[in-house]
């Protein structure tokens, strides 16, 4: 970390961070419709209803979802949970690194941020008149997982991390072709003419990938009943090359590539160019900076 900071060389010293992983939660729930300050307080009383975790070992926020559709009494409401414990080590990390903690939020939050600024993404998809309601979902393929966000109303509807990402594709064609890891990095990026060979290697991951999306998209529908009709592609596992292909053949709907359409300003130290090429990689990083943090 330090001599990534040394890197970076930036004068500044407030951070902003994000949590994934055990210990954190995410939960969209129906609420009666009320003020948020009295919707927070509701939530802590009965925060044993929605959360599995003791009231006294959890930060809890959360944030009204407009939903204009419905005209019942009710709002929808996006609930963000994290263990007090790993909030306090996430602290003391950034201290120790001389820095100072601005806000903390959670990754897949932070990517919804990301997606919903950028307005491009958010035009809904042409369906017959008779079709369910439409929504699409934000597949963000990372390193070590993957991050499905689907979103209905220009608002995240549902959020899961999945155990599979990058490295997964990577231990694969290290085996098949007994290469190390940056060689292995570098071949599933640019196979060249054994593209073939690493999707095959790869198979076994795409399969178990594609089976964990369509459980989420099959139980998103019976909670919501809108049906998902395209995916956003983001994330380090996300240049597997063939992956975008595998996943629409499969699923039966369009996949993209997912780049950000923003029209971001960057300080004299940060190549804009540069970043906007590796966008696809950095959407927590994109999310956290822009949160409008109140």
């Given amino acids: 970390a330090q001599n990534l900071l040394k890197k ?7 951070v902003f961070t994000g949590l994934s992983g055990q210990g954190t939660l995410i939960r969209f729930i129906r609420m009666p419709r009320m003020p948020i300050t009295q919707l927070k307080d509701s939530l802590l009383i009965e925060s044993d209803k929605y959360f599995p975790f003791p009231i006294n070992e959890i930060y809890i926020d959360c944030q009204i979802i407009d ?13 963000a949970v994290a263990k007090k414990d790993i909030v306090k080590d996430r602290l003391q990390m950034i201290s120790n690194l001389g820095l100072q903690a601005n806000f903390i939020g959670l990754h897949a939050i932070a990517i919804a941020n990301a997606v919903a600024e950028n307005q491009k993404d958010m035009r809904p998809v042409s369906l017959p008149s008779d079709a369910k309601k439409e929504a699409f979902a934000f597949l963000d393929i990372g390193d070590a997982k993957s991050t ?7 608002g995240p509807r549902f959020t899961r991390e999945i155990a599979i990402g990058g490295k997964d594709f990577t231990q694969k064609i290290m085996n098949l072709f007994s290469l190390d ?9 640019s196979p060249c003419d054994k593209q073939e060979d690493v999707l095959k290697a790869c198979h076994p991951v795409l399969m178990n990938l594609m089976s964990e999306v369509r459980l989420s998209f099959d139980y998103f529908s019976s909670e919501d009943g809108a049906q998902v009709v395209k995916i956003l592609l983001a994330g380090q596992g996300a240049r597997l090359q063939g ?3 595998f996943l629409s053949k499969e699923l039966e709907i369009p996949v993209q590539a997912w780049s950000p359409s923003l029209d971001l300003e960057f300080s004299e130290s940060v190549n804009g160019k540069d970043f906007l090429s590796q966008a696809d990689q950095l959407c927590v990083a994109l999310g956290l900076a822009l949160t409008k943090n109140d």
Avoid: G, P, W, Y
């Fill in 67 to 79: 939903d204009s559709q419905v005209k019942d009494n009710k709002m929808s409401v996006l609930v």
């Fill in 148 to 154: 499905i966000i689907i979103f209905r109303d220009h």
């Fill in 181 to 189: 890891f940056q060689s292995a990095e570098k071949m599933k990026c």
């Fill in 8 to 14: 970076i060389n930036s004068e500044s010293k407030d």
């Fill in 243 to 245: 992956v975008q292909d």
